[in-house]
Structures are given as structure tokens and as C-alpha cells.
């Protein structure tokens, strides 16, 4: 009965994180065209195909990206919109007439984003996917230059408060450029944290333009100094303004805001989540010194644009992007180490990687740590620009906390499971009440009952199955 049990509990697990917890893939080869100098006046080919490495039908649609949008009277591909069956290659035709819209001397980057129509149903489905890129370059004199005129923001900022930015800036050259407000947060002398703007502008010669966006991060209070500066999507920056501001404590302090909850109940390992995200202490350091004083913000190489952790005992879950802040790919390595509340070190990993230009990667970890309240999640991200080895460090602390009613909080998924690993072990418990203990007659009763057990768990299979296939329709 005990081994019936198991394969029935392994069976249904199987089914349940096959169902809930797929992960599509379609594959995207070439992902990067570099087509040198192209001249006027003419029509260049390109192809590039899809591959549904899934078993599902996907419908793809072919979208220009909002960076690439000048672009789009020069450049036709097709299909545009197509459905791509499982395994099957669907070879992408691109087209690109110099001759169509305005090209002003300089780097030029088209790029294409196959976006999936993606049907909600029971789970999460992931469909992973790959921009197709064509780079090219139209010869001329190319005299770039984009001027930050203004910079403002509050002096005075509450714990915990937004900030608001407002940067203006006058392309004063002969070429269209493409550009994106940055403000790197400094603490004597070290920036530990950049704002990036939301808005990806495209700004043509002698035209003032004006980002405004906000960002939120949490500050002790002190003084500051804001640094705020233009990048082209060539890498260039502009000149740099900054304002110095103080963070004052709020009517609630942050003391407050910060504390733990050390007398919170016990959690059950493996089936309840508890997520808080605690106090972030970051630094931008080379691996030379820990304040760089030759440290140059148009030098920036690599930047950790967030990190979070979560509890989901015994394991803690890090997510982390990074963003190369370069024209040109940069090698890099990153270690993330997890340290319980006494500061010892429970685990950590290391990955070494290529990073291309202005390219933005995501990684999700699952690290096993044990049974501790409190960890510190520390990622340490090692790469080489000019010959010069940096470091950027950040760090975040999660807490384990009780809910406020003092009861188990449990994720949907969980619920599903314990309930049906309740409701078999009645049903089998039931039957074996039912079933005689006496003689061969016993015997034959208890193999009777168990074949029919079983009978029972291939039809709901089937139908299971059945169902499956039917959702995915």
C-alpha cells in the first residue's frame, strides 16, 4: 500500500510542475547582423529563421523596436505575422532600402522583436525569445554632440520618497541620436546606486529636448550628491551636473521601518512563502581600492540595476539584472554568496560570461540555505574595462516574517497539492477498511480492490492528459 501510495504521489507531482511550471522556448538564429558600411540608394537582403523548439502552436508577431522606429520606412520583413507549429523553421525575410527614409552618417541599429500571443491558462508560461539585430554603418562626417543644459531635482527628500528628475538636453551636431538620462547617487565620493530614465529619446540636430522621470530607493538619511549625465546608444555620454541633497527621517523613522520582527513564529519548510526584501547596502568599487578616487562616471562598464531576494524555505530565491553600460562586449564573471544571520557563509556559486553592448541580462537563482530567519544576499560582479578590473557590489538583507493574523499563509500551488495528498490517503484508507483479512478469499478480495485502484488512476490519467492538451488548445 505504502510503495502504491508513493508512485501515485510521484505521478501526480510529475503532472502538477510539468503543467504549472512549463517553460517554452523558440529559437532565434541569427540574433545579430553586422552588415559593415552600406551605401545609399540601395537594397541589402538579410535572412534569419525561427525555430519552435516547444510542442505548442505559437503565433508570432514581428515588431519593430520604439529604438528602432526611424527605421522603419528602410526596413520590410516578412512574415510579419505567421503561426509556427512545433519543430517546425520559419525562415524570416529582411529587407533594408537605404534609399527610404532619412539615414544621417553613423552607426545605425535595426532591431526586430518576435512578440508571442501568449494565451493565459492555468500556470505560468514563460516563452523565451531572442531580438533579431542588423547593424550597419553610412559613411559621412559624423559630428555627434548632445549637451545637458539643466539638471534639477528636490534638496530635500523624506526616508523613503521618490525622487524626481528633470534633465534638459540640445543636440547640438549634424546626425540624429538616440538617448537616455542616467543619475548616479553618491556617497562621499562613491556612487552607490544609478537611475536610469524610462524614456528612450530619439533627438534630431538642434532640437531641446526634456526627460523627466522618477525612481525610487531607499536612502538613509545624510547627505548626497546626484550626478546626472546623457548616454547616446552609441555609448558617448555628455557632460555631467550635479546637485547636492540631504535625506531627512520621515515622521515614522526608519528604525522603524527597518526592523526585522525577530519574535515571529516558525515557518513550515518547503510548503509556506514568506517574502520581505530588507535593507540594501551597495557600493561601486575597483579591486584595487574599495573607494576608487580616479573613479569616472562616463566609465561605468557594467551596472547592477536591481537585486532581490525571497525566502521560500529551505531555500532562498536571488533575482538580479545587470545592465553594460559600453559600446563594445565585456567579459565578466559574478558570485553571489548567502549568509545566515550570524554571518557565516552558507552557499555561494560563481559564472563566468560575455555581456554585449548596452545588452540587459537576467538571473534567477534558487540557492539551498536552511532554516535561518535572516540571510544576506551579496553579489559580486568582476569585469575588465581598458585593462582596468572593477567590481560592483551590492548587497540586500531578507527576513523571514509571520503573517499578521499569526496563521500559515500558503501559495495556491501548495493548497492544490496538500489537498489532494489528503484526499488519497482517505480514499485508500477507506478502502482498506473495506476489504476482509481472512484466507485465500482475503487475498483475492485485496488484489480485486487493488486492480480496480488502479484502473481508477489510469482513467483519471487519461483525463488528466485529455485536459491537459485541451487547455493548451
Known amino acids: 500500500m505504502i510503495r502504491k501510495l508513493f ?6 507531482v510529475c503532472f502538477f510542475l510539468s503543467f504549472v511550471c512549463s517553460v517554452f522556448a523558440i529559437g532565434v538564429s541569427p540574433a545579430f547582423f553586422d552588415a559593415g558600411v552600406l551605401e545609399m540608394n540601395r537594397t541589402y537582403e538579410y535572412y534569419a529563421y525561427l525555430n519552435n523548439e516547444d510542442s505548442t502552436v505559437h503565433n508570432i508577431t514581428l515588431l519593430i523596436t520604439p529604438r528602432a522606429a526611424y527605421l522603419e520606412q528602410c526596413a520590410l520583413f516578412f512574415p510579419k505575422q505567421f503561426e509556427i507549429k512545433p519543430g517546425e523553421i520559419k525562415d524570416i525575410k529582411i529587407l533594408l532600402n537605404t534609399s527610404s527614409c532619412e539615414l544621417t552618417p553613423g552607426n545605425h541599429q535595426l532591431i526586430i ?3 508571442v500571443a501568449a494565451k493565459s491558462n492555468v500556470g505560468v508560461n514563460t ?8 547593424q550597419f554603418l553610412i559613411e559621412g562626417e559624423v559630428t555627434p554632440m548632445l549637451v545637458l543644459e539643466d539638471f534639477n531635482m528636490p534638496a530635500k527628500l523624506e526616508f523613503g520618497e521618490e525622487f524626481y ?9 549634424n546626425v540624429r541620436v538616440g538617448a537616455i538620462p542616467f543619475v548616479n547617487i553618491k556617497k562621499h565620493g562613491v556612487v552607490i546606486h544609478t537611475a536610469k530614465g524610462t524614456t528612450e529619446a530619439l533627438i534630431e540636430p538642434g532640437i531641446t529636448r526634456k526627460f523627466e522621470f522618477s525612481h525610487n530607493y531607499p536612502l538613509k538619511s545624510g547627505e548626497y550628491v546626484a550626478s546626472a549625465f546623457v548616454r547616446y546608444f552609441d555609448g558617448q555620454v555628455t557632460n555631467i551636473k550635479d546637485v547636492s541633497f540631504n535625506v531627512i527621517k520621515s515622521s515614522i523613522s526608519e528604525e522603524v521601518k527597518n526592523e526585522g520582527g525577530d519574535d515571529s513564529i516558525s515557518i513550515a519548510p518547503g510548503f509556506f512563502e514568506t517574502i520581505n526584501i530588507g535593507e540594501v547596502d551597495d557600493v561601486f568599487i575597483t579591486e584595487e581600492e574599495f573607494v576608487s578616487e580616479n573613479y569616472r562616471d562616463n566609465d561605468m562598464g557594467i551596472v547592477i540595476v536591481d537585486l532581490e531576494a525571497f525566502i521560500v ?6 533575482l538580479f539584472s545587470f545592465e553594460n553600460m559600453n559600446d563594445s562586449d565585456i567579459n565578466y564573471s559574478f558570485s553571489v554568496a548567502i549568509f545566515d544571520s550570524n554571518g557565516r557563509m552558507v552557499t555561494d556559486i560563481k559564472e563566468d560570461s560575455t555581456i554585449r553592448a548596452f545588452e540587459l541580462k537576467k538571473v534567477n537563482k534558487v540557492m539551498y540555505a536552511g532554516l535561518d530567519k535572516t540571510y544576506a544576499v551579496e553579489v559580486d560582479l568582476i569585469y575588465d574595462v581598458g585593462g582596468t578590473k572593477k567590481t560592483v557590489q551590492r548587497r540586500v538583507i531578507v527576513k523571514a516574517h509571520s503573517s499578521p493574523t499569526g496563521l500559515f499563509a500558503y501559495t495556491s500551488s501548495t493548497g492544490i497539492f496538500v489537498v489532494v495528498l489528503i484526499f488519497i490517503s482517505l480514499y485508500l484508507f477507506n478502502k482498506r477498511k473495506m476489504v476482509p483479512h481472512r484466507g485465500k478469499k482475503s487475498l483475492d478480495a485485496v488484489l480485486n480492490k487493488y486492480s480496480n485502484i488502479e484502473r481508477n488512476i489510469s482513467a483519471a490519467e487519461d483525463s ?4 491537459k492538451k485541451k487547455i493548451r488548445r
Open 113 to 115: 522583436l518576435p512578440e
Open 464 to 467: 488528466i492528459h485529455r485536459l
Open 313 to 318: 524555505a529551505p531555500s532562498v530565491s536571488v
Open 7 to 12: 508512485v501515485m504521489l510521484f505521478v501526480f
Open 165 to 173: 528628475f528633470s534633465l534638459t538636453a540640445k543636440n547640438t551636431g
Open 127 to 134: 516563452v523565451s525569445l531572442s531580438s533579431i539585430s542588423v
